[in-house]
């Protein structure tokens, strides 16, 4: 069952819409980074779909990290980073049957044809995205997508899926081929694998992406060996001495070679719209049957020529587009509700459901998020409800049967002093989350810790949460200072605790006094504060004990910092104990790596729009401007710095004309990064 939902647009402001391109990005490090959603496919697109509104209605408020800058995920630090030749990209998504008729308007308005468009639909696999170089036939690199532009060297654990050539006999005189396609898990192996797991005592997986995505960031390649990957191809990056025609061509050539492809009753070359819209609905009707994870089916213009007219919006090509499957909604029964304490202090309701299976996969409880949503929803302990999953680790409670409502319910309310050290609970006027008012509350610290420890902070490899929950217990762990001052013998005072895991815990520590201002920045936890905006903050000021003494009016000329942003650095500020012990960490514990000078960033700040047919692709010019820092936009507009034009260059150039835009050839742009480099 499928239930309707209100949909109410977002107050709009520049506030909103830096909130939520530090949410999406949020979103994006768990689900791509982590492996560990924190919302459905359903959610994260509505969001997504709210930030593209916006920066269309709002050109001007676009920043350089904005998520439709730039494809979602990025490179683990454990791993070498491999640069792609050509970006891997992300797809816009739709759930509508709707939206394929429409994306087949945008594509013949874009190009300027009322021409039928022949399309080339494959199934969209829940897997992981990697791309394999070839040389000369042999199988060099493989790489993870990343941030789209930069992955993961996994080389060592691809080589080990039996499914992938590992020599291609028709390529030994072909110095580069790239094949891109997706890391997956068979259904029924991916029920063994869970088996095995549990029977070893280890933690199962959520589902079959998230078991692949994690069994290919792991760095030993025994554990990718004994497990079930499989790999599907899908398409090609750099292809030398190839000039392709069509995306079936590609789809072919791929199959020639030896990879697993989309077989023919699972893929079409369709006609038009129709034809697409009636392979969506008959993949729909297979799709339990089929030995793997799918979410939807992607849906490309076939021809290459046409691909390369139509180039790039955003992140996504204008060729391409996934139409998702809806949501498969199941009943259960909301057993309890209990709030759960945070970093920031926030309460999170979580409801605890009677166990149920939705989409393959046992779900037993969901987030409720706050207050308001529990009221808007009207969800009450003991209320049969209806829950999704899509696909994703995390579900949710999309809605009350209200008929099956036990006479005696009542409505449920967040309590007003905190479930774990029992202080009053404060709720802001403007803001949805309660929050424990008590700084030192247990449940604050051991969170801020395990802030404070992970990968994109500190990076205390060998300090888990289990450790810190100890150090907190038994009192040596009140300030972020102590993780220096923790000596040998009180380690191994520790339950479980030998020689060994202690040096190794010692070790990790150790290593962590080497990092980033901008690392420090965020670990410390300042609400609102992101990587992104540790980042910022780390550019501007030259240590953290000048942050310390910043202005309101010092922080709001930063570019992603807002007035609510900066009131929060502000307030932590205003916190002794907390500069304090920052500043203990900085003058005597840390050392900080020096700053490196921006290179290759001519283009930084400035706005572009391409129009015409230039020497180049349109994805290649994109990639290039932004290669040098620049900002390729979509629209004209008053404040657009430069219009990049080729033959055949249509209304733009008008426009550009009227509003005095510069306007630049493409050898023009080649000039002046040439010219500013030399200056350098």
């Known amino acids: 069952m499928i239930m309707d939902r209100d949909r109410h647009s977002p107050e709009i402001s520049k506030e909103k819409y830096i909130e939520l391109v530090n949410e999406i990005h949020k979103l994006d490090y768990h689900y791509f980074v982590l492996d560990r959603p924190l919302k459905s496919d359903y959610e994260y697109d509505q969001l997504w779909n709210q930030l593209i509104e916006m920066e269309a209605a709002h050109p001007e408020w676009i920043i350089e990290q904005s998520p439709s800058r730039r494809v979602s995920g990025e490179a683990l630090a454990s791993f070498r980073k491999v640069t792609h030749r050509f970006p891997m990209l992300s797809l816009s998504n739709s759930y509508s049957i709707d939206d394929i008729a429409e994306f087949e308007k945008k594509v013949k308005r874009a190009l300027g044809s009322e021409d039928p468009i022949e399309y080339f639909v494959e199934p969209k696999y829940d897997g992981l995205a990697v791309e394999l170089v070839y ?12 941030d789209g532009s930069v992955g993961e060297d996994v080389t060592h654990n691809i080589k080990t899926i039996r499914v992938i050539p590992f020599i291609i006999e028709a390529l030994k005189q072909v110095p580069v081929f790239e094949v891109r396609g997706e890391i997956l898990i068979f259904k029924s192996d991916f029920l063994k694998l869970n088996k095995e797991q549990e029977e070893a ?28 990957l499989r790999f599907y191809a899908y398409g090609i990056g750099q292809t ?63 021809s290459l020529n046409l691909q390369n007219e139509l180039g790039l919006v955003a992140r996504s090509p204008r060729w391409a587009t996934a139409a998702k499957y809806p949501p498969e909604q199941v009943e259960t ?24 299976k939705v989409s393959g996969v046992t779900v037993a409880q969901a987030t409720l998020h706050n207050q308001d949503e529990i009221d808007r929803k009207d969800i009450r302990i003991g209320d049969a409800v209806w829950v999704q999953r899509a696909g994703d680790v995390i579900p949710e409670v999309v809605g009350v049967i209200i008929s099956q409502r036990p006479p005696d319910s009542i409505p449920f309310k967040i309590p007003e002093h905190c479930p774990i050290c029992g202080s009053q609970v404060e709720k802001p006027p403007n803001e949805a989350i309660s929050r424990c008012s008590n700084k030192r509350c247990p449940a604050i610290l051991k969170e801020s810790f395990k802030h404070f420890v992970s990968r994109r902070a500190m990076n205390l490899e060998k300090v888990g949460d289990r450790l810190i929950e100890e150090l907190v217990e038994v009192n040596l762990l009140r300030r972020f200072s102590d993780f220096y001052k923790i000596k040998k013998d009180q380690l191994l005072s520790l339950d479980r605790k030998g020689e060994k895991s202690v040096a190794n815990i010692l070790e990790s520590i150790e290593k962590s006094r080497h990092t980033q201002l901008s690392r420090f920045i965020y670990a410390l936890g300042i609400r609102f504060v992101g990587e992104q905006t540790a980042k910022s903050l780390s550019t501007h ?18 570019p992603d910092i807002g007035p609510r942003v900066a009131q929060a650095i502000l307030a932590a500020m205003k916190d002794e104990d907390f500069v304090c012990d920052a500043l203990e960490l900085e003058t005597k514990h840390l050392i900080f790596e020096r700053k490196e000078s921006l290179t290759g960033m001519q283009l930084q700040s400035k706005t572009f729009v391409i129009t015409g047919t230039l020497p180049v692709s349109r994805d290649e010019a994109t990639h290039w401007i932004e290669a040098h820092g620049g900002k390729v936009l979509s629209s004209i507009s008053s404040k657009l710095n430069y219009l990049v034009v080729g033959d055949d260059a249509g209304s733009k150039l008008d426009k550009a004309q009227k509003l005095s835009i510069p306007i630049l050839s493409w050898e023009d742009l080649q000039t002046m990064v040439q010219t500013s480099k030399a200056r350098e």
Not at 258 to 272: I, Q, R, T
Not at 338 to 345: D, E, I, L, N
């Open 333 to 356: 029964v909301i057993q309890d509700i209990v709030v759960q304490v945070g970093r920031t202090g926030a309460l999170t309701p979580v409801a605890l459901m009677a166990p149920v």
């Open 240 to 302: 030398d001495g190839f000039a392709f025609r069509s995306q079936h061509e590609i789809h072919q050539t791929l199959k020639k070679f030896n990879f697993p492809v989309a077989s023919l009753e699972d893929c079409s070359v369709c006609k038009s719209a129709q034809d697409v819209i009636q392979f969506y609905e008959g993949l729909h009707q297979k799709r339990s049957k089929l030995p793997f994870e799918i979410d939807g089916i992607v849906i490309k213009v076939n």
């Open 541 to 558: 000021y030259s240590s953290f004990q000048a942050l310390s003494h910043s202005t309101e009016e010092e922080l709001l000329l930063i």
């Open 201 to 228: 005592g280890q933690s199962i997986f959520a589902n079959p992406r998230n078991a692949a995505a994690g069994t290919i960031r792991q760095l030993d390649s025994k554990i990718a060996a004994a497990r079930p």
């Open 135 to 146: 040389e000369h036939g042999l199988l060099k690199v493989a790489s993870t997508r990343g």
